[in-house]
């Protein structure tokens, strides 16, 4: 059910609605419903990881060199990130810009 | 063939329940449901019926367990009446929206208030919509059959729906009756184990009830309501096979007397043997007068009701419930609206009658028929009536 789009026939529909795959989840594009995203000016980062345990959404991955970088198929420009970030690094920017 | 035993009604529901080799009852005991669930817990405790026997402490609960159970492909049972159902509502939806096969039987009594303990059809017309298929009892004998006929139905994979089986309260649920019993083994033949096509597993975890997006809300209601409509088809096959092997046919709509009926009395459940007795009587007088009984009230036997009104003037529809929404009894809007598609112009009168356990007499239905009769010929635009009520 949760698939990418969610856009698929009453008949594929497992039976009560029941989502037989465990975990997927992270297939839902929570990404649609942002309005702003965040981002994040490495040169302030003290790598801290509170945008990382914060999002509701999971989004931060952290990349190889210990920075949390924003994965936008799951951000939901919630704006929590920007909040606690301790060095104010974050920034929320229009979509489109 | 088993059998006839002297037993009060309520408690060969039990003894159903028992011969369906159930795995949890969830039950809250309310009146006149309660010795359905007393009996049960003496079966449980005595051990002849091995199923956990859980003592919630309300309906809400009740149902609540059940959802619960029958989600980890236990077959499940409850019962209830009136506020009790009430307050199962929330959860009936749920229980129908996953698709889980639980039978409850509703010993049906009236909505408070006033508070009544008594019998009327308030309840079952309260949550006629709740996506449950329903059936409604006429006496002790089809009560114990189509209880089973209910886990047969509901566990079908091509319909997996919970199911209520209604029987009026006291005026059936306490009285003794003779009834023919299934042994076990017959019920072995009709009944096979249950296999939930999909449940709750720590092996396999699945998600049940997960919220529904606008993208997906709409496809899931049309599902439910598919499936329902397609019940009906396995519901007549189940009745089928229950007469093939025990001798005792249903239909979804049963009808007395109709074969050349000019005036047909419609009406559910156990007020319609009362109907009966006064059919033979204006009958013998020279009446042609006849009964309509649907057994299956969900989903609604549109058709069957087509069939047996296609030849009536006068159709005299008996709500035992009022719906407070200014247009009279709710079986009449539904008969109303099926005729309307039919094409079908009978005389319809509403009489709404047996409110809370108000007594409905042999010479109530004679003059029930008098009245609509009269009311036909002179032409009086029909307005729904509360029978015998004081002025
Ligand atoms: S804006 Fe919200 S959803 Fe997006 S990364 Fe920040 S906390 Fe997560
Ligand atoms: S909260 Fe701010 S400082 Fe901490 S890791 Fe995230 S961006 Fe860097």
Not at chain 2, 120 to 131: A, C, F, K, P, Q
Not at chain 2, 197 to 216: A, H, Q, S, Y
Request: glycine share 6%; with cysteine.
């Amino acid at each position: 059910m949760a698939k990418e789009t969610g856009i698929i026939s009453w008949k594929e529909l497992p039976l009560g609605c029941a989502i037989l795959e465990p975990g997927n989840a992270s297939e839902l594009r929570t990404g649609d419903w942002r309005s702003q995203h965040p981002v994040t000016d490495f040169d302030k980062c003290i790598q801290c990881g509170n945008c990382y345990i914060y999002c509701p959404d999971m989004a931060y991955v952290q990349n190889e060199e210990g920075f949390y970088e924003v994965d936008l198929y799951h951000c939901k420009g919630c704006g929590i990130c920007v909040r606690e970030c301790p060095k104010n690094a974050i920034k929320m920017v229009e979509e489109g810009h | 063939m088993g059998k006839r035993v002297g037993i009060e009604v309520s408690l060969a529901v039990s003894h159903a329940v028992m011969l369906a080799d159930v795995d949890v009852i969830a039950a809250y005991p309310i009146t006149p449901q309660t010795h359905i669930v007393e009996h049960l817990s003496e079966l449980v405790a005595d051990g002849l019926l091995d199923a956990e026997f859980i003592p919630v402490e309300s309906e809400h609960s009740a149902m609540s367990t059940s959802v619960g159970a029958s989600a980890a492909g236990a077959r499940t049972f409850t019962a209830t009446s009136s506020q009790g159902l009430a307050l199962m509502v929330e959860i009936m939806y749920i229980a129908s929206s996953l698709r889980l096969p639980i039978v409850m039987a509703v010993a049906n009594r009236a909505l408070s208030g006033p508070i009544s303990i008594w019998n009327d059809h308030g309840d079952m017309m309260l949550s006629r919509d709740t996506g449950w298929i329903q059936t409604v009892a006429e006496n002790g004998q089809e009560v114990f059959d189509l209880v089973l006929h209910a886990y047969r139905v509901a566990e079908d994979p091509r319909v997996m729906l919970p199911m209520i089986v209604n029987l009026d309260g006291f005026t059936l649920s306490h009285m003794i009756e003779p009834i023919e019993f299934l042994s076990q083994e017959e019920v072995n033949k009709y009944l096979r184990p249950y296999r939930a096509p999909i449940r709750m597993d720590p092996e396999n975890p699945i998600t049940m009830g997960p919220v529904g997006m606008p993208e997906v809300y709409t496809e899931a209601k049309k599902a439910q309501d598919e499936a329902l409509k397609n019940s009906k088809k396995v519901i007549i096959e189940a009745w089928k096979e229950f007469g093939d092997l025990f001798g005792r046919y249903y239909s979804p709509v049963e009808t007395y007397r109709m074969e050349d009926a000019e005036t047909a009395i419609l009406i559910l459940g156990s007020l319609a043997e009362t109907a009966m007795t006064a059919v033979d009587k204006m009958r013998d007088k020279g009446k042609k007068v006849g009964i309509i009984r649907p057994r299956l009230f969900r989903p609604f036997p549109a058709d069957e009701i087509v069939e047996a009104v296609k030849n009536v003037k006068n159709l005299a529809v008996i709500d035992r419930a009022v719906a407070l929404n200014g247009m009279g009894g709710p079986l009449s809007f539904e008969i109303r609206s099926v005729l309307y598609d039919a094409n079908l112009h009978p005389y319809l009168k509403n009489y709404i009658a047996g409110l809370g356990g108000r007594d409905v007499t042999v010479d109530d239905f004679s003059d029930i028929v008098s009245d609509i009769e009269s009311c036909a010929q002179k032409g009086v635009k029909p307005e729904y009536t509360i029978v015998n009520v004081r002025e």
